[in-house]
């Protein structure tokens, strides 16, 4: 019964139907038909002109997005423990060519317009100190934490106001906004969010996240980028088959309010032993060693994690599209007869 | 009835199969079974120990291996034609952080000996001039041309006795080994070949290579770069499969045999219209206007190329592991009836 | 009456001489009888064998230095306030092609081996955390604090024991050891440093500190990238000239002696206004706005600077070796009287 | 008496003279009075309006200049035996963070449009290959030529048609004016140049040149780069005066001059063994080993160069501003008697 990570789950059957599709001849990288609709698709669903692009990872997308946002002498404002900064193994040094991370502090991982200026107000104007060019969020944090819209809008309003660009890392976005049950303009195109990496493998994919570009100059460069960085697959139809599949019925929402409610349900058992609310598809759970022992015992996976402060050790679970309903039961009954 | 390129074919059955039975849950990135298994199912191909990793793109692949090799102050000798070059996008100066690519000439897009030498031997040694460490030569080449095992151990031994890694882009290696109908290793490992890009895109797979070392120290730094350039999938057991299944059984000889197989049926309808013998699954062929015309007029589907000096005009037709004998035995008799 | 920094002081005297004794034709770059020198000369100052390079700035100097004991995809740990981290514009990122600057607190702006502990010991040893391979210390700090033999020895040999280069960014190097009064191996190359930047400008020279290179391999990769970062003067004996004169006949212990001790008369002055002890030559002063102003209107320049928590305001003054004695008495003077 | 180089020559008088004048305290960086000059002094030397920045080294200026104008994914147009491809130990790589250097051909390394176009017409416009993004000329070449201000301007108005930046590497850029006697904006700003590398190391400078922006958007970024690549020297005065004293009362004019008359005097006794023409300092001389051997033998130190295809041999002289009249009179009496 594993709660390890949603990563790793399986590929939704109608994503390897749409990929078994492809399988018919066509034109080679991004020339086929579906990649050629991606950008319709996409502009369907964000209700806005938008371009949309099929990337493997969203590491690459994620470095891709920043790199045709910030030159190589400038700096990006993230959270402290964004996955940028902590799990992309230095790759956004790689792709900006040597930019630097700029660390802001925020409860849960979420920044606020506070924190940012806080950070970059006393940032000299000068070429000794490197000048922030953008601002990177992530949607739902990585303590699964979820932005309102109007959480965004303030943040996308001071980097107008700064001439930043603003990228959302949406790795778990569809999760994000099935908990806010808002239109997904709302927290981006609307809110002044430039380029969203609009995750899908953690949802039910396979290989490929789709890079959205509400400013669509930046998809240009990005086009080149992409290639230049080995991500432009020959056989891209593969790709575009899984991101349309997954955008089409709602099958993202969908995913994701499964993963939610699997969610909900653990969290209903967890009571103060939660020390994050739990808004998306992860749980932070006090438990002592032995706790975590008598769970593992009883065949639940999952990853340690830092405990707060006072704490005697704790947890991190993470539900997926494909959770098992008898699984989270289980490991909701589990926790409660702690 | 397309002869464009192998790149764009569909998948081989027996990869889907796989990757269907990679859907059961098991760990993430490259810390699943399949991928564990990479290792040595490519060091029992080869007959000697070798490290193996999966990588999306063939382009990410090579440069990923030059990138281990060549430091960013130092040169990688390729031919002015290798795809590196030509059609990477500039992929090689991104992840070796700028080092130069030092054109040397060659028949068919093969190098030599003697030309290697001849480019590197006036370089002063000083800290001027960009210095070689490593050379990349393309098995089978840009030209569908294949290098012996002599050939490839006569590069070996000139890059063993002037300090320099060799690598081969292999991303139509299948089609030079069935060629060659000799041991993988005689033209790879025991020729001094340090790294393999082993392709399977071309031949039958969806988006997973193979990088294969030799010099096993090279792949630990290869983990992190690949890491680093976001090409670790967190599925990547759906890449291990793939590979895995393309060198069980030899079914990348086996498709690769069917390809060249289409190739030479399609070459014996060409007599001197051919101004590259057709050693591998490419064909690049004389025909005027006209008579390319004619041919379109007919269905089939190729690139334009560039006519040797004189020729009326020129095409490449690339055949592929699934290429339908009725279309080749078709082209066939149309370029015989021209 | 100028305090607000040494790196714009007049160019030594005797520097001027060697600069001119250096126009007598000779070989370009570094092939000159000067440049040549600088090898032995840095031996024997510090009576261990190392090797020494040119650099026109402190900047290019730690940059290439760090580049060649980190790879790109690595990681340098450094104190959060040090020079590469807060006032380089970025030049690590650039030099090191994107590796990570680590950072750890330290009071006074230096590093403690449980700091870096601190920082390091919970990065995983995988592929999506960046891995540290090396550390950068300041001597002295950007606050004038000064390492003692035995503090860096003891991150020497935590460096030494996890595998991490050590770099000394010793801009101020000189005020650092006429302080400590020791001899210059003591606090480098008997501790544990591989690199140090030895600077001059700081302390007298026009355009030339010198990397020395207590781990002799470094250097060789360090002439390439110096003359692939464009700092390989074709005139270099003018900055070999200006380096051999700093420490033949002890020039650069007498100049800091003296700037040294012009911080002290100051200090003297300063009492419970000195928010950091006065080991160097710069010194960190509570001011309030008001006391700024009435300096200022005596002709006094510095710089304003952060207070520490609940002071009205602060300041910073560097003394220079060159510092004018009757400046330094009234500035002394007028802090007492304030 | 030595003829290897002009690159190694003594510091001009004046340029000690304005360099002891700017020993006087003023503020560090770029913020002195002397540097503050340098846009006006430029802008009317020119006459045009334009930015110009101190840079210590010619491969720097060279590089930060290309960096300014070309992504890095792009490409840079320049002649097969530029010094930025032969002789900067890749330096371009280094600053344009891995863009190619795209080699075209053209008589005694002078490019023109006809082989500007035929290297980039047949580059596809697609992300698979390089696109150029400026183009780069030197000015005089590497063999002493000089481009007339028409053969400039097609060179300009060809980049302009196609959307390309110029640059002009300037290392010798005195020299070629003083050859062409025209007005120093003809052959750049008028002529569609958007940098020019204004050389002055080589015409009796000590380690300044100067980076001459037309294009005046091209040096706000390259204040930030300047900085990030360790160029931003804190005396930076010493090179502002430099500068300043080169191109006040025309002395960078006086000092090419005197270097090409010597040059003059010498190609006056070389006759049919000059196999290119001499426009500048730089004379190429078709020279048998025998012959080498009997001028070295009489004290007239050069280098050694590759003979055009025939010839027993060749040799390079160099002359520079303060060549010795006595002993290019005796060269030139030397080669006369061979």
Redesign the interface.
Known sequence: M?F??D?????HPRL?QA??AA??????YDG?ALSARMDDAFSDLFGTQCAALW???????N??ALAAMV?????VVCHREAHIE???????????????LMLADGEGAKLTPEAIAALIDPIRND?????PHAISITQATEYGRVYTPEEVARIGSLAQGRGLGLHMDGARFANAVAHLGCHPAEVTAQAGVDVLTFGC??NGG??AEALVFFDMELAD?V?????????????G???AAQVLAMIENDLWLENAHAANAAAREIAGACGDRLFHPVEANELFVVLSPAEQDALRAQGFDFYDWTAPAGAPGAARFVTAWNSDPAHVSALARAIAAL
Chains 1, 2, 3, 4 share one sequence.
């Open positions: 594993k390890f990570s990563n790793a789950a399986a590929v390897w990929m078994h399988d018919a001849p066509d034109a080679g086929d990337v493997a990872t969203g590491t690459a997308a470095c891709l030159p190589p002498h400038g700096g902590m799990d992309e193994g230095g790759a956004p040094g790689f792709y900006t060519h040597g930019a630097k070429v000794h100190q490197v000048q493998v953690k396979m290989n460069v086009r080149y980028r992409r290639k230049r960085a080995g991500h432009l697959q020959s056989k139809r593969y790709l």
